[in-house]
């Protein structure tokens, strides 16, 4: 198919140096996670313009691209790309319950698990417009 990262049918060997970006951002996404409430700020603006939901999908459409376009050069996209999908937003779902769980006044949100899964969506989507990959 014309447009497509793996038109050539051929599998490439997986290059673990294109899982460095994606391992990367999920380890800052973790610790942004893991940071104490205590130590956030609590400006009025963050409450009134959610800015907070803003970074959750700014955060999480750039993992989501860096891990399609890991999958792209893998030559493996077709294969994986719901696997992937699906592992961040649970991956998103699940940083939400470890701050309810484990870490210093933070709470899990619905909000936050929705921006995340939108921002999942969102470097899906940019991925496919950069690369023009509409598989």
Avoid at 18 to 41: E, K, R, S
Wanted: glycine share 8%; net charge neutral; aromatic share 18%.
């Amino acid at each position: 198919m014309r447009g497509d990262l793996n038109d050539t049918g051929i599998e490439r060997v997986f290059l673990w140096r294109h899982a460095v970006i994606p391992a990367f951002w999920m380890a800052l996404i973790l610790w942004f996670h893991a940071i104490p409430g205590t130590d956030l700020p609590q400006p009025a603006f963050f409450q009134v313009f959610h800015l907070d939901k803003l970074m959750h999908l700014v955060m999480f459409a750039l993992l989501s691209s860096s891990v399609f376009i890991a999958l792209g050069k893998s030559g493996v996209i077709r294969k994986y790309k719901w696997f992937a999908a699906l592992g961040l937003i649970f991956y998103g779902i699940g940083l939400e319950f470890a701050q309810d769980l484990w870490f210093i006044e933070r709470y899990a949100s619905v909000a936050d698990m929705i921006a995340d899964g939108l921002g999942v969506l969102l470097g899906r989507l940019a991925f496919r417009a950069i690369y023009g990959c509409w598989n």
